[in-house]
């Protein structure tokens, strides 16, 4: 029915029609929906049974366990902060209600810019932001304004991507470029120790032991990452500090793991990443190659910074380093961007591996950003071309040395 609808109004936006200038916005539509049954008429193709906008909504699949579990932590870390004991889909719709404005400023800036470019241009909308647009409010603050991510999201698709040629064109990553858009602009709301969340209510209910069982009602709650929290806590070994909850109850590393700390909605749970990384590498669009050369970089870099500790975060072993902030969700979801990241199979076990190095050095040496993973990706997206550039170029000449060696052995012969 749907289809049939569209072959009946198709023929006004086509060229003639009383709305071709709307083409482009009918054609998204349209190859959202179906797949496009035009072929080639000439010369010679190779087409693949996948599409670039059935690779995105892979990509869209893969980040849903992420999504809805850090949807499911921003309303548990509300509760816990005031002291609230609500079921489970109050406390998922709470953070659902949170994250569902920033997923649509998000799209509405992107998709309208990117819109607006394609009808000037008079050419085909670009499949590329229907990931960075929920990739954004993903690595984002939770209590980031969203007039923040409406400005960040215009600059990452007008000078990110737009004016390299737009999708398969941009050098650096479109999210991780909102981000450091804000990070450069805002440091206050992207980095220190008060940056997670702000929620209201009362502090104390339905606990006893805190504020000598007083319930005090308070405007406002802030509380820090666990990667801000040993950054600034200049404690003198990782052995004499612990991580704490909004309560100030320990943090155990089955709660790192699952994703019951403050953090960006899409970073807490690795287990949920996981679950995202087993769907991209299946479906052959995440390169488990680069995934997992990010994890040897940054066990290397722990390994040989834990030698020579002399602060809690030197000290800090490497599966804290893997669970907390973005280290993982980096890993999955943003070295293994096809566009900005490196093509050739050689290249992507060196790339993930100085990213995973880059990251833990920054973590490590940068106490002002304990975070690391967003500028080591966007270094690494600026060398991706000349890594496989150097990688190609050893292959032709070991092809060249194995081509005269093999002319040698034949003239030999004949003689």
């Known amino acids: 029915m749907i289809r049939k609808y569209i072959e009946k109004i198709k023929p006004h936006f086509e060229e003639g029609g009383k709305f071709q200038s709307f083409r482009s916005v009918f054609d998204a539509f349209e190859t959202f929906l179906f797949v496009p049954d035009t072929t080639s008429r000439s010369g010679v193709h190779i087409h693949d049974a996948r599409d670039s906008k059935r690779t995105m909504s892979i990509v869209i699949l893969a980040l849903l366990p992420a999504l809805l579990f850090g949807m499911y932590n921003i309303g548990y870390q509300h509760f816990l902060a005031i002291g609230g004991n609500v079921g489970f889909w109050e406390t998922f719709f709470c953070g659902a209600l949170s994250m569902l404005p920033q997923i649509v400023v998000s799209y509405v800036v992107g998709l309208g810019i990117e819109f607006a470019v394609a009808q000037y241009k008079k050419e085909e909308v670009a499949e590329g932001f229907l990931v960075s647009g929920i990739l954004i409010p993903m690595i984002l603050p939770v209590d980031t304004p969203l007039w923040m991510i409406a400005v960040a999201t215009a600059f990452a698709v007008v000078f990110v991507k737009e004016v390299f040629g737009g999708t398969g064109y941009n050098i650096f990553n479109v999210a991780l470029m909102a981000r450091a858009f804000l990070f450069f602009a805002y440091p206050s709301k992207m980095s220190g120790d008060q940056v997670w969340t702000r929620t209201k209510g009362t502090f104390g209910l339905g606990n006893p032991e805190m504020a000598g069982g007083v319930a005090q009602t308070v405007d406002g709650f802030t509380g820090a990452t666990p990667l801000g929290q040993i950054a600034t806590t200049g404690a003198d070994s990782f052995a004499s500090f612990g991580f704490t909850n909004a309560l100030g109850q320990p943090l155990a ?163």
């Open 253 to 415: 590393l089955s709660d790192m793991f699952w994703g019951f700390i403050p953090g960006s909605a899409g970073e807490v749970s690795t287990f949920a990443i996981l679950l995202g990384a087993l769907i991209l590498i299946v479906t052959g669009v995440g390169s488990w190659k680069t995934i997992l050369s990010v994890f040897v970089g940054g066990l290397v870099a722990v390994v040989l910074v834990n030698q020579f500790a002399s602060n809690a975060v030197m000290g800090m072993p490497p599966e804290y380093h893997f669970l907390l902030g973005g280290f993982a969700f980096g890993a999955v979801f943003m070295a293994t961007d096809p566009v900005t990241s490196a093509r050739t199979e050689k290249g992507k076990w060196i790339y993930g591996f100085l990213i995973g190095l880059l990251a833990i050095t920054i973590r490590v040496f940068n106490p002002g950003y304990p975070e690391g993973m967003m500028l080591a990706i966007l270094l690494m997206n600026a060398f991706a071309p000349l890594i496989d550039f150097y990688v190609v170029d050893a292959n032709v000449k070991r092809r060249i040395k194995r081509g005269a060696v093999k002319n040698t052995k034949r003239k030999g012969i004949e003689k």
